[in-house]
């Protein structure tokens, strides 16, 4: 499974790969998610509620590793060169600080794409 269709089995409480077939006809997100699960997920209840588990003061709502560590995802640079990888960033992979906001923004716009209730303030401000 890929490093993003592990993020969103954590999230949506699925694993993409493995989901049960969705009934003929039913709509999935881009992932694989069944667009119905998806669009029930309320991105901010989930995080929240796995970050007060969490032993670390953690805010995922700005910090990529935050956000992989909340989730249980392997939030080393080389995963994170991965990630961004898979999400085709052609940014500079030794500026770590720009790679990071990238690929915060692009995991919170991804799931929203994906269906997830993502509230506007956590979506990228250009």
Do not use: C, Q
């Amino acid at each position: 499974m890929s490093i993003f269709g592990s993020i969103l089995g954590k999230i949506f409480g699925t694993k993409p790969a493995a989901a049960a077939p969705a009934a003929p006809g039913a709509a999935e997100t881009a992932a694989g998610v069944p667009a119905d699960a998806a669009a029930k997920v309320d991105i901010v209840a989930v995080l929240d509620d796995l970050n007060e588990k969490n032993p670390e003061t953690l805010d995922w709502r700005v910090s990529i590793v935050d956000l992989l560590k909340v989730l249980g995802v392997d939030s080393s640079l080389a995963n994170r060169k991965a990630l961004a990888a898979e999400l085709k960033y052609d940014g500079d992979g030794s500026d770590s600080a720009k790679l990071n906001i990238w690929l915060h923004e692009k995991v919170i716009a991804l799931v929203a794409a994906n269906g997830g209730k993502v509230p506007a303030d956590l979506l990228a401000k250009k």
